[in-house]
């Protein structure tokens, strides 16, 4: 069986227009559609984001949901524990998380000559790590 080229995550959230506009906004995703979902799951509005070749879908039900997901870092516990997100410019990125009041779990580290990371946490509280190119001494 051949798989296919992308692969799309989903976030349950209790405030869509809040997390959406993060990564709308701050991170720079491109909103590419708003549905109604009901019947196999429970009524709610999902939100597509395009994030290069994959999608990230964000559903808030009508209903709010029992728990929250646990939260802590990626090695705090086993399952989906983080999103990357590449960008262009992880300085910028970082600023733009900043000035939106965006929490940094890790501060820009740089991997090795051409490689950088950092880590932030999205407005639910989603740990997110910001991957670019490391920055140049001038």
Not at 12 to 38: A, C, D, K, M, N
Not at 62 to 68: C, L, S, V
Request: glycine share 12%; charged share 20%; net charge negative.
């Amino acid at each position: 069986m051949r798989m296919g080229r992308s692969l799309d995550v989903a976030i349950v959230t209790r405030s869509s227009s809040r997390l959406v506009g993060f990564y709308r906004e701050v991170l720079g995703l491109e909103v590419v559609g708003e549905i109604r979902v009901s019947g196999a799951v429970p009524d709610g509005l999902l939100t597509r984001l395009s994030a290069g070749g994959s999608t990230l879908k964000i559903l808030q039900f009508d209903a709010e949901p029992g728990e929250d997901a646990p939260r802590g870092a990626p090695a705090d516990a086993t399952g989906l524990r983080y999103l990357t997100v590449g960008v262009e410019d992880l300085v910028t990125a970082l600023k733009a998380c900043g000035d939106a009041g965006i929490e940094v779990a890790l501060p820009l580290t740089v991997l090795n000559a051409d490689l950088a990371i950092a880590f932030v946490h999205d407005p639910d509280g989603n740990v997110v790590e910001l991957v670019g190119p490391a920055p140049q001494d001038p």
